[in-house]
């Protein structure tokens, strides 16, 4: 299971001319051109965002429909909202936060619960996978542990889920984690370290897979 | 994998709807925050305006100046994000106002009690400063939800409430100027509730109209 906090890759680039040259943008630069009027920039926003979004997205939502639906009225907030954009801010996890209150709203006015992707989650377990190995031994052990992890994954509970995709999966610092859940960086960093215990507990207990830790009270 | 012609259909559609750019949601914002400050300052001056009623110069000058530099902060912080688009963290937007109420009912008692005058008075038990204070601190509070109401906040409650303290401090400021009373109880009914009455206003407010709707 990999560790620690990785920097929001924001220095991702497009270019017009396809080169890496000076016409060359990242999301946040281009926001902010877009934010002062420059309307030719929107669809290298989109380009650099939307895939982002999209991965964000599938990990919550079920119907290919939905996301693209969600995809195309986040980006309709950040078009309306554009002259609100702080310039040199950054744009993801503002794009993320837009979506998940979006989500929010629809499951409001549907009055259900939204199904669970169990594929996206098996992906994302197996994003903690380090395990890889030439000899065929290891492979085995390899994949029994990624078996056992993915179950073990699917009993923490959605709320420690969310914050490991968000802070491992899609780089945010928790302190942003805390912004786009609605919680504080103390209840992120918690629920960080409740799922690698019970990540841990799995990788130790072998066969036996522990319970999640009983919920307790988060600041 | 998004559909190819996603990207077609979002173009599309904001082509369709005109967005304000940062120059032009400026201008808005400093109109609107010009009408609502001026509509307080109009309603200020027609209840009097600055009343001395027996102070010393000294004494209005320094809880003025005291209370001006405490709320000014404050409304820094509680009117403005920052470099984040994520907004304060939660916990500056409720400790802010907060602290800033118990700065100002501290800085007003302490230094009117330098020159004896935080004596209770029977006929101010502090309701028309109640009024006057939620009615100048509403203009301003209306002034800023309607100049956010495309934002898309992502915390509508929180920002509408911290709109509404923010903008009960800055009434406060002028009630301060306008009320010669230092008692504590006063103090506390005319000064300071109408800061937390401002922010429940705008909590309500902002849930309305801020919050993040799907088109």
């Known amino acids: 299971v990999r560790r620690g906090h990785r920097q929001l890759d924001n220095s991702r680039k497009f270019s017009i001319d396809g080169g890496d040259g000076p016409a060359s943008l990242t999301a946040d630069q281009a926001m902010t051109a877009y934010a002062r009027g420059d309307n030719q920039v929107f669809p290298i926003l989109y380009d650099l965002v939307a895939p982002r979004l999209e991965g964000y997205l599938r990990r919550r939502v079920h119907d290919q429909a939905q996301i693209e639906d969600l995809v195309q009225a986040t980006f309709l907030k950040m078009h309306i909202a554009r002259g609100h954009f702080i310039p040199g801010a950054e744009v993801v996890p503002w794009a993320f936060a837009i979506a998940r209150g979006l989500m929010i709203d629809s499951s409001r006015k549907a009055r259900r619960e939204e199904p669970r992707d169990l594929d996206g989650e098996e992906d994302a377990c197996a994003g903690f996978l380090s395990s890889s190995s030439p000899t065929g031994e290891q492979v085995v052990q390899a994949k029994e542990t990624e078996a056992r992890l993915s179950k073990v994954y699917q009993t923490v509970s959605e709320d420690q889920r969310q914050v490991v995709e968000l802070v491992k999966n899609k780089g945010l610092s928790t302190s942003q984690a805390a912004s786009v859940l609605g919680i504080t960086a103390l209840a992120v960093r ?30 | 994998m998004l559909s190819s012609g996603l990207k077609d259909r979002v173009l599309h559609q904001i082509a369709q709807q005109p967005a304000p750019t940062r120059r032009e949601v400026h201008r808005s ?18 209840e009097g305006g600055v009343r001395v009623t027996g102070r010393p110069a000294l004494l209005m ?4 100046l005291g209370t001006a530099l405490i709320a000014g902060v404050a409304m820094w912080i ?40 935080t004596e209770k008075w029977p006929d101010r038990v502090g309701l028309r400063c109640l009024w006057l204070s939620v ?7 209306l002034a800023a939800l309607l100049s956010w109401r495309r934002a898309a906040s992502l915390t509508p ?21 306008w009320c010669p009373v230092a008692y504590v109880p006063h103090l506390m009914l005319g000064h300071v509730l109408p800061i937390a009455l401002l922010a429940a ?3 309500v407010l902002g849930t309305s109209l801020l919050r993040l709707r799907r088109p």
Request: aromatic share 10%.
């Open chain 2, 157 to 177: 409650v929180s920002t509408g409430a911290a709109f509404g303290a923010g903008a009960g401090l800055g009434s406060a400021v002028l009630v301060d100027l």
């Open chain 2, 78 to 117: 509680l009117f403005t994000r920052g470099r984040s688009m994520l907004g304060r963290p939660r916990a500056l937007l409720v400790w802010a106002p907060v602290l800033s109420a118990i700065g100002f009912l501290g800085w007003k008692y302490g230094i009117s009690s330098l020159y004896g005058l």
């Open chain 2, 29 to 46: 914002t400093a109109i609107l925050f010009g009408c609502g400050i001026s509509g307080a300052l109009v309603i200020f001056f027609l």
């Open chain 2, 201 to 203: 206003l705008g909590g």
């Open chain 2, 61 to 64: 000058a320094l809880t003025s």
């Open chain 1, 190 to 219: 918690l629920r960080i370290h409740r799922f690698y215990r019970t990540m841990r507990g799995a990788l130790r207990d072998g066969d036996d897979f522990p319970k999640p830790p009983p919920a307790a009270k988060e600041p």
């Open chain 2, 135 to 141: 009615t100048l601190g509403a203009l301003p509070l």
